[in-house]
């Protein structure tokens, strides 16, 4: 039996909240019992200074009291805030079941480029897009990647392991939920390009030369510190010093600090920039550690999962030691503010060494950084896949014919359309058939035809399931024209605009996969005389090129091209039908050519005298 989505996400949701209002509650208890230890510490303090009836010290007790539920009340507002990601993650997955979610998630707006070949045409990113329904990535890499995913279609093999992958996942509903919540932590503040440079970066400092150097003139800057002691306990007469020694330990003291202070003031340019950067980078390192180590606890049964787990370690370290490690240097360069570690400074070169820890560090473990950030964000991705596949058990995952160009879906459908309001048709297209052309009426769609084979031959490349009963595809590069606009500031016309995308589909045939090559509106902006001889022209270019697709068009006349293209052709329609007065539309494909349109009937509708 298959779970329900629905139930499991608003059982948790509910159970969320209920840790939500507990944990308020405690929040509001430890406020008063806070304010409460303050004032009674205010109170000790009081009587002690006027009536002098109660010693101060008695005040250490609710100070005790104050720090220990100070402590207590940073954890349980840690708690409270992961409580209510948790609760966010539940109620996202609702909305998207219940079709609310397009506006409340991530466009990936950012990932749109206008000269794709598809990205625009099929609404994958912007409100209410493919990339917004899919992603559940809380990091900027997660998202990178699902995006990287959607952009470019995967070999089958690699498909197929992310099938295998993202079923392992699907059920996993708290490995996904704890995901979600650790990685919020590090969206706002992880740049995974400039980590990843720091980490691949050449040292600044090497283990030579300068290091020994370092060494020994700490070991000076100690023999330094004890002539330091010994003159000083010679001038309180607390050792017997013979003449002439007192003299000779100050100026070496003093030459130990002239010395030392040189070093550190000419060395300063190579360690400030590493300095600063670590600093940076153990942030950033220190958001994502809690994922890291999250996952180094998991264990997966699935090869893809299985590596990306594997890729975590390095020379046989887990994250979590790592980290530790890097954590404490970053602690202790922190320390550097504190007043004894400043006059220290010159004789141990605290900095100094710290400097080159770190440039050991990173000489060690900085290459494991890419693979840190590769792994969360493939593994968010997969997780973005899994919560979709969950959320529809009924999609299934396609499959791959080894030769090309072919597309054989049953009862497809549009994933971006609730299911309530959905209609699914069947297209077989492939072998001898390569291209279909779509006639039909306004608004009866022809160009979400367009978009719903587009838009899963992309998920089933990207790994996820389709919308659905069954589909097979060889592996295809896709190419739309669709979406095509004119532009004012470029000085590019509709129809200019358009032959370019066309040009753009025609170059894509000499790549390594066959094209499928979705037109809506072929060639609408030229007169119809123009239009048909480009048309068959180019429809004929692109079959002789090995690829296949779908063209739509109001011009009936185009319906010719597929008489002229034999058994490598057939025509499809839409139809529409009047009803109290209303057009009404059943989006069923029928074989054939559409005999009537509705132009005039739709400019009526509206009011306009006809």
């Known amino acids: ?179 979600a919540i650790l990685a919020e932590e590090a969206r706002t503040g992880v740049d995974p390009v400039a980590l990843a440079a720091w980490g691949e970066a050449p040292a600044l400092l090497g283990p030579g030369r300068e290091r020994a150097a370092a060494w020994a003139l700490t070991a000076l800057g100690l023999l330094g510190l004890a002539a330091f002691f010994t003159f000083g306990a010679g001038g309180l007469e607390l050792v017997r010093l013979p003449p002439g020694a007192s003299a000779l330990l100050r100026d070496f003291f003093l030459i130990v600090l002239v010395v030392n202070g040189t070093f550190l003031h000419r060395f300063r340019k190579k360690t400030g920039p590493v300095v600063v950067a670590v600093e940076e980078a153990a942030h950033e390192l220190k958001l994502l550690s809690e994922t890291l180590v999250r996952l180094e606890r998991e264990t997966f049964r699935s090869p893809l999962l299985s590596a990306l787990r594997e890729s975590l370690n390095a020379a046989g370290d887990p994250p979590s030691k790592r980290m530790a490690r890097l954590d404490r240097l970053t602690e202790y360069l922190d320390s550097r503010d504190h007043l004894l570690v400043r006059l220290a400074e010159p004789i141990v070169l605290w900095t100094t060494h710290l400097a080159f820890a770190v440039e050991n560090w990173r000489r060690e473990y900085g290459q494991a950084v890419r693979r840190w950030l590769t792994a969360v964000g493939e593994i968010e991705a997969l997780c973005s896949l899994a919560s979709h596949a969950f959320e529809h058990p009924d999609d299934p995952f396609p499959e791959f014919a080894e030769r090309g160009p072919w597309l054989d879906a049953e009862a497809i459908g549009h994933p971006l359309i609730p299911e309530d309001r959905l209609v699914r048709n069947d297209v077989r297209l492939g072998g001898e058939l390569r291209i279909i052309v779509v006639s039909g009426s306004n608004m009866s769609g022809k160009s979400t035809l367009l978009r719903t084979l587009g838009v899963n031959a992309v998920l089933a490349q990207a790994g996820a399931p389709v919308r659905a009963r069954r589909l097979c595809l060889s592996p295809l590069a896709v190419g739309a024209s669709i979406l095509v606009t004119d532009s004012l500031q470029s000085g590019v016309s509709r129809f200019y605009a358009e032959i370019l995308r066309l040009r753009q589909i025609l170059d894509a045939t000499g790549g390594p996969l066959p094209v499928l090559f979705l037109v809506d509106e072929f060639l609408h902006g030229t007169n119809s005389h123009d239009r048909r001889i480009g048309a068959e022209a180019l429809v004929r270019g692109l079959v002789e090129r090995g690829a296949a697709g779908l063209i739509t068009t109001h011009d009936l006349a185009l319906a010719g091209i597929a008489d002229n293209l034999g058994e490598r052709a057939a025509n499809v329609h839409f139809e529409d039908h009047i009803e109290d007065g209303q057009i009404r539309f059943d989006y069923v494909m029928r074989p054939g050519v559409v005999r009537k349109s509705n132009a005039i009937e739709l400019m009526r509708s509206v009011g306009l005298e006809i």
Not at 69 to 77: D, T
Not at 125 to 149: N, P, Q, Y
Not at 159 to 171: D, G, K, M
């Open 1 to 179: 039996m298959k779970p329900d989505p629905r139930s499991i996400y608003s059982q948790r949701l509910e159970e969320r909240r209920a840790e939500i209002a507990d944990r308020e509650r405690r929040h509001r208890a430890l406020g008063y019992w806070r304010l409460g230890a303050a004032a009674c510490g205010v109170t000790i303090v009081g009587l002690a200074l006027f009536q002098r009836s109660l010693s101060v010290l008695w005040a250490a007790i609710p100070l005790v009291v104050f720090v220990t539920l100070a402590v207590l009340h940073e954890r349980l507002l840690r708690s409270l805030d992961r409580r209510r990601r948790a609760a966010r993650f539940f109620e996202h997955g609702l909305a998207r079941l219940d079709g609310r979610w397009a506006g409340t998630g991530e466009s990936g707006g950012q990932y749109l480029d206008p000269a794709h070949p598809y990205a625009r045409d099929l609404d994958l990113f912007g409100k209410g897009s493919l990339f917004e329904l899919l992603s559940t990535a809380r990091t900027h890499v997660g998202e990178d990647t699902l995006a990287r995913w959607l952009l470019s279609p995967a070999a089958p093999s690699t498909v197929r392991a992310r099938q295998e992958a993202v079923e392992e996942l699907r059920s996993r509903v708290d490995l996904r939920e704890e995901l």
